[in-house]
């Protein structure tokens, strides 16, 4: 058995991270947090993750950056809004799992070959390319760059979609794409001049 | 009465018997909607999770392009609706987020002022159609019929903008007015899993598993739901369900295709024969 450090100094912490998380819009109020658990208790997702998120945020918090960006709590958070709406202290648990989704993703170290930040960066690219999303061929793509056995064990799925005209291998595209470019462009220029300060 | 018609990518793809019932249903009761010109996709959950600027410039073309047009915009599907209301209030609430999205829509010709409305379509039926003008047009009531209506997360959280957000019930009260009858369902606004039922199936086959056994147990013939996400989680993954946990065998319908078939409208134009597990039990005698 291999041996493992259970518990977590305080000289471990990333005290940057979790100012920085705070400063992300929906972090604000990540400090007033009691621990009280109604987070972890309404999520339904709770019970397979690895952190619950009453755990997630108290770790957030005191930054414990690892453990946070690397986990499967934030990917498995379905935005369903349960903790936020319960939440006595207001805080915005949701949208933490997003700023944190972001975080993992730019670096890089999500878990790998777990299929969700694999569809959202698709589902971007999708809408860059067409300005709409095709779901038929974004599920396509998703599988062939994630998971072939699970892809053909979905065909009965699709044959069923096939049947009720559902599903459609031709994508729908928005006619200015241009003016959606320069959208995205412009908001691209804005990044780089922030990162040049 | 005329609205903007927001329809995002679902109800053009596997959600069809949405917008064909909603288009139908709203038609039969003298509502006019008109679609948004070359609309793109709100971005969803998805694009949340890679940029949170982009995402919403995306949702503010959508606002921009609505804000021309001088109409409350419907927004049937419960992800683009709540990420219209979101990124109106985000950009309210963040004045730094707010420049550099109604810069970028600039930089394209766009404008947004913040004027515009986004309603759902079960608002625009309670508050602005009324329940009395509807109860009026019903022809061919649904007597008789039990349904599990289920609301699922997003067009009550995190927001409550027209409805209760533990206990939702305009959708209760427009079945009850097609002469249905609502079961008690206490997952009313439990999650379905979204986008985990395809990507983490081992999760989100449990969810949709539970959702649909509790309304079985509650004696409901069909789940009616309002949103095309969730119609698709329940629908199309029972035969992994039945693998998996047991055969369930429950038609997942759209709120509008009860109301629909209520108000007199054939079948056929209510997307019926879109879904996969089959509700001729509803539609006996019809």
Redesign the interface.
Known sequence: MPLEQKLKYEAERDVKFANWVTRETGGENLRHCIQCGVCSATCPLSLYMDYTPRRLINLAREGFKKEVLSSLTIWLCASCYACRVECPKKIQVTDIMYLLKRRAIQEGVYPRHFPIPVLAKEFGRMIFLFGRVNETLLVIDLFLRTNWFRFLGMTRLGMNLMRTGRMSFIPEQIKRKRELRKILAALDAEEQKESAL | MKYLYFPG??L?????AYEESLLAVFGALGVELQELE????C????????????SY??A??ILALAERERLDVVAPCSACYLVLNKTQK?LQE?PE?HR?VT???Q????DYKGTVKVRHPLDVLMNDVGLDAIKQKITSPMAGHKFAPYYG??IV??YATFDD?HNPVTMDQILQASGAECVEYPHK???C????T????E?GLR?AYILIKEAKQRGAEAIVTVCPLCQFNLD??Q??IAKKYERVDLPILYFTQILGLALGLPAADLGF????ISAEAVLAGR
């Open positions: 990518c679902s053009k793809g596997t959600g069809k070359d609309w793109n996709c971005g969803a959950t998805a694009y949340m999770s890679v940029d949170e600027t982009k410039a995306l503010g073309r985000s963040h987020l550099k810069g970028a829509l930089a394209a010709g766009l997360c997003q959280r995190p957000q606004t439990r999650c899993g979204g986008s985990l395809g990507t983490v199936p999760v969810l199309g993954y035969d992994a024969k879109r879904g996969i």
